[in-house]
């Protein structure tokens, strides 16, 4: 039962944090393509204030349920198959950049919002852009993996 729970505790953050980014990237991005200065950084900055909060979330039950699952299954990393260890790498590096993402440019931006410096906050958004993407990228093989990796990752 409780494995159960890990394993779908674990499924919903993924799909919370790698669908935000997809919906994200994918659908907003192209809209918000269409509005005027200074809305756009307004638009972003509400958006990432709340979706960072949830991110947030998804990253603490992603590894709190990830390692229960590890430690508890097969006794600790060690023992884990190797789709297991990717899943991890691919994870530890998608939470780097999200906290490179959150410190660096986001801070900045949020800076610059409250400071009312629009073309400031502007600047930032390519760059959150990029790191987006990138860990969009990593989510959806993270998913890929996750979903088959025990068949072709052996």
Known sequence: MLHSLMVTLHL???VIWVGGMFFAYM????AVAALEPPEPARFWGRIFTKFFTWVWIAIFVLLTTGYQMLVVEY???????VYLHAMQF????????FMH???APWRRM???LKNSDYPEAAKQIPQIRRI????LSLGIANVIIGAGGRYFLV
């Open 12 to 14: 919903v953050a993924a």
């Open 27 to 30: 659908i907003v991005r192209p």
């Open 110 to 112: 949020k800076f610059a």
């Open 101 to 103: 993402l959150y410190f």
């Open 132 to 135: 987006v993407a990138i860990n």
């Open 75 to 81: 006794g600790g990393i060690g023992a884990a198959p």
């Open 90 to 97: 691919l994870g530890l590096v998608m939470i780097a950049l």
